[in-house]
T-cell receptor
Framework: AQKITQTQPGMFVQEKEAVTLDCTYD???????LFWYKQPSSGEMIFLIY??????QNATEGRYSLNFQKARKSANLVISASQLGDSAMYFC?????????????FGTGTRLTVIP | NAGVTQTPKFQVLKTGQSMTLQCAQD?????MSWYRQDPGMGLRLIHY???????DQGEVPNGYNVSRSTTEDFPLRLLSAAPSQTSVYFC?????????????FGPGTRLLVL
């Protein structure tokens, strides 16, 4: 079974609008962390935001927020006020506490295109 | 502070050749790892290290070797390159074992095996 599922291969958003990128996860470990990374066309992986399984509040980092719904096992990324520079691939990832301290499981990604 | 560096940026190999992808970090991070990224897929873990002298296998270790003689360096060796190893390789590091520790990635190495 896939540990991280991103069902949107591609998304379009108008500049200055908000967009939500979906991510669902599968784990039986009560302790885990969820991450979002951005990969622009240049190829590097840029860390955006982190949510811990025990965190009571949704994580926020500037224009990025994570809509964490634990019961539904979803960790959607919300980008507010989209900018042209937000066009990139976005990956959701999870680290479980029990199954290998260093293994980060990635989804297949969502390609976001911001339209002027 | 250069972060995580990788060399080379691009490499073309013939089937059966061997090579070493270099990775170095200057953040004194304990944890280092190698991932590969194939088209249409996320990153998959090849090998990782939790400190100098300690390495372990990840999700897709076959055909690769690693060693960690220093905290800074974590080279990845392809023993006998195969076309299936055509991929983009990322090295990453993080400070410790805490679940919230951010993983920092290098710029990647694009490898083509003919």
């Amino acid at each position: 079974a896939q540990k991280i599922t991103q069902t949107q291969p591609g998304m379009f958003v108008q500049e200055k609008e908000a967009v939500t990128l979906d991510c669902t996860y599968d784990t039986s470990d009560p302790s885990y962390g969820l991450f979002w990374y951005k990969q622009p066309s240049s190829g590097e992986m840029i860390f955006l935001i982190y949510q811990g399984s025990y965190d009571q509040q949704n994580a926020t980092e500037g224009r990025y927020s994570l809509n964490f719904q634990k019961a539904r096992k979803s960790a959607n990324l919300v980008i507010s006020a989209s900018q042209l520079g937000d066009s990139a691939m976005y990956f959701c990832a999870m680290r479980e506490a029990q199954t290998g301290a260093n293994n980060l499981f990635f989804g297949t990604g969502t390609r976001l295109t911001v339209i002027p | 502070n250069a972060g995580v560096t990788q060399t080379p940026k691009f490499q073309v190999l013939k089937t059966g050749q061997s090579m070493t992808l270099q990775c170095a970090q200057d953040m004194n991070h304990e944890y280092m790892s190698w991932y590969r990224q194939d088209p249409g897929m996320g990153l998959r873990l090849i090998h990782y290290s939790v400190g100098a002298g300690i390495t372990d296998q990840g999700e897709v270790p076959n055909g690769y070797n690693v060693s960690r003689s220093t905290t800074e360096d974590f080279p990845l060796r392809l023993l006998s390159a195969a076309p299936s190893q055509t991929s983009v390789y990322f090295c990453a590091s993080r400070r410790g074992s805490g679940g919230q520790e951010t993983q920092y990635f290098g710029p990647g190495t694009r490898l083509l095996v003919l």
